[in-house]
């Protein structure tokens, strides 16, 4: 089955950007919708913004017009751009693949996802 493995954490001053990718491994993904998640300490793991099989985006209001996703299917890797970081931007995240392959718009609940990578930290400082 799939494996995911995010990379390009890191610390960043505010104001600062970070890309992280996610690659997977085993089966294509190209039929699933990607999601990105985040958790910061003592919070519930949140939506940060999905891309369709299709390629439809969405995105939390939180990180609306400064976070991009973008998937590169002949690679098997998915990307989140994030510009103009702000410290409450500070969480470890975390790539999924839908459960469902070709689902409609992509899902907002982790739920809908079955295959979890291990997570990258970025660290917003002030």
């Known amino acids: 089955h799939e494996q995911l493995v995010e990379s390009g954490g890191g610390l960043v001053q505010a104001g600062g950007s970070l890309r992280l990718s996610c690659a997977a491994s085993g089966r294509t993904l190209s039929s699933r919708a990607m999601g990105w998640f985040r958790q910061a300490p003592g919070k519930e793991r949140e939506f940060v913004g999905a891309i369709s099989w299709s390629g439809s985006l969405a995105y939390a209001d939180s990180v609306k017009g400064r976070f991009t996703i973008s998937r590169d299917n002949a690679k098997n890797t998915v990307y989140l751009q994030m510009n103009s970081l702000k410290p409450e931007d500070t969480a470890v995240y975390y790539c999924?693949?839908?459960?469902?392959?070709?689902?409609?718009?992509?899902?907002?609940?982790?739920?809908?996802?079955?295959?979890w990578g291990q997570g990258t930290q970025v660290t917003v400082s002030s």
């Open positions: 999924a693949a839908d459960s469902r392959i070709y689902r409609g718009p992509a899902a907002r609940g982790p739920a809908e996802y079955a295959y």
